[in-house]
């Protein structure tokens, strides 16, 4: 059993010669702004974990925190809209990281439930197909969607990405928080 609530921060990288790779690895991925951070302090349950910003691209380094010393969660920046940087020191740094990486044991794909698939999000989704390793898609700010709306992201889901399982989140409410840490844990054991 993993305490999700036993993490703490360990460093900032830039590429995988620079990454920590003692553990398995499950990296948070998603265009900007789209709530890697807070999820993340929601799992762990502690606000202050994962810096969160208003602002889209302020997450620019893979971010790693060490999981009750099972695995690290890493934190990376979003694709898409950066106010900073170029856009191929990202590709530089994700393809250092997704090459060849045996500790990379989960990909935690996050959408906007709010958003309609990006060119961002496309190009992704076939990088994700291609990679094999596993991975789990989250749907974040899902509280902010009424019912009818939930039922068009689900039917998107199953229709346009059924290659992978899903689950819909919620910062506000905590929707699926748990049943997200039970996912995790789940995916990291199986064979």
Known sequence: MINFRNIKFIKSAINKEDAL???????????S??????LINL??????LAFVSKRP?????????NVDRKFYLVDAPGYGYRKTGKKDDFDKMMDSYFNENESLKLV??????RRTLSKEDIDFYEF???????SLLVFTKSDKLNQSEKSKVIK??????????????????????????KKIEIKLYED
């Open 33 to 38: 702004n789209v709530g890697k951070s807070t």
């Open 57 to 65: 691209g302020q997450t620019k380094l893979l971010n790693y925190f």
């Open 21 to 31: 790779l003692d553990l398995p690895n499950v990296v948070f991925i998603g265009r």
């Open 43 to 48: 799992i762990a349950d502690n606000k202050g």
């Open 128 to 134: 994700l197909k291609d990679l094999n390793v596993k």
């Open 156 to 181: 998107m889901a199953k229709e346009n990405l059924s290659e992978f399982e899903y689950i819909l989140t919620s910062s506000l409410n905590k929707r699926n928080i748990e049943d997200l840490r």
């Open 108 to 113: 935690i794909w996050l959408l906007d439930s």
